[in-house]
């Protein structure tokens, strides 16, 4: 049997990836995805204070540098609670690490749908389009951007949580402006994405009526169905969120079964060819992300596409996307709830412990994102960083090939599998970090 392998630079993602393509018989037979360029986060954080990891980590990306911060904090914290401290955050601190998550999330959401998905299904298809897509994309996410920076004081790479609670102690003004800028989104989600009200999109639960989605959404999910993509990229229904959040409690779903999940089973291993480690879950490999936490809730809309479409490229697509509404609702009640007479934080700044080990999940844009941290004689002697990513992107093991290896095996065509490569929202610079 002949085969051919071609090797394909993948550029306009965060970052790049190499994939080798083994073709036979026309179709491809498998994929090894490559990430070169490693930093050594890990090591560098080896030998620092703890509280180092909370400017040090969100350097890891550029698009999910929040949710790095928060996954720290929470892992220093969870080393404070295992070694006697009890960490109680206020309503206050709660609602502003959430809200200032929320609007990462919503912003990456957007750029991947704007800037990688509708102009890459758009050269699948050959149509010319005189849309500007980067502008759409950049207009939203600086406003919601601006609404984080109002309580992380920038962004990127902002630092402002810390163990116990956060830097920032907003006015109530800070607050309606974060209000201003977060209803400018909302606008925008309900004219331009869906072209209806989020009320009625929310309303929305069963594929029967997706017909009711107007917008680029829409227009995304006729091309997609139209031309005969909805079942394409499938790989293993198999789901894994280790991150409580309001968009999902923790849990694997394998099909339709949900259960609990444990951080102890995840495994990491090397990778021949690839700087980026593999991870597994008690030797099985899952998707994590949008997907992953929709599957794992039940939400209706999801379970519903997932019922007709599997865990195709329809599916995945539908998760991302329907999560900027789920988001911007949810957005509303943290800024409504924050009362602004709260302590910002319940920790004195001179608290220092010197033994403890400490885990920190957060659900960020692509999924579950963990760190776990070391600590002896005060400074870092072991910090792990284990990225959503690594889940989806990996080679495989020696059962089961890769989560979007599986998902692009079968394809006709390169195209047509980096389009079902670019469903994964791929982040490189994380899964290398």
Known sequence: MKRMVIRQLIEKIEGEAELDYTFSEGRIE?????????????????????????????????ICNHAHLIAAVRAIEDGYENAGVKIGLTQKAKNIREFTLACELLQNHIKWFYMTLLPNLEKYLKIVSEENHAMKATYFSTTITKALAIFSGQWPHSSYAIPGGVTCDPTQLDVMQAQSLLEECVRFFEQVVTACSLEKYLAIDSVSQLHKIEGDFGRLLHLLGSNGMAEMGQSYDRFIVFSDSFLSKAGKSIVTSVSKVDTRYVHESAQKGSVAKAVSYKNRLYETGPLARGMVSKEPIVKSLHKRYKDSLMTRVFARVHEVALLLEESRKLLKEIRVDEPSCTLEAELKLYEFEGTGTVEAARGSLIHKTTVNNGVIVKYDIITPTQWNLSHGNEKEKGIAVKAM?????????????????????CTAQ
């Open 30 to 62: 498998d994929v090894k995805i490559n990430f070169g360029f490693y930093r050594g986060i890990e090591e560098i954080l080896e030998g620092k204070d703890p509280k180092d990891a909370l400017v040090i980590t969100p350097r890891v990306c550029g």
């Open 409 to 429: 095996v079968g394809s006709q065509s390169i195209e047509e599998a980096d389009f079902i490569f670019r469903t994964f929202d791929v982040c490189s610079v």
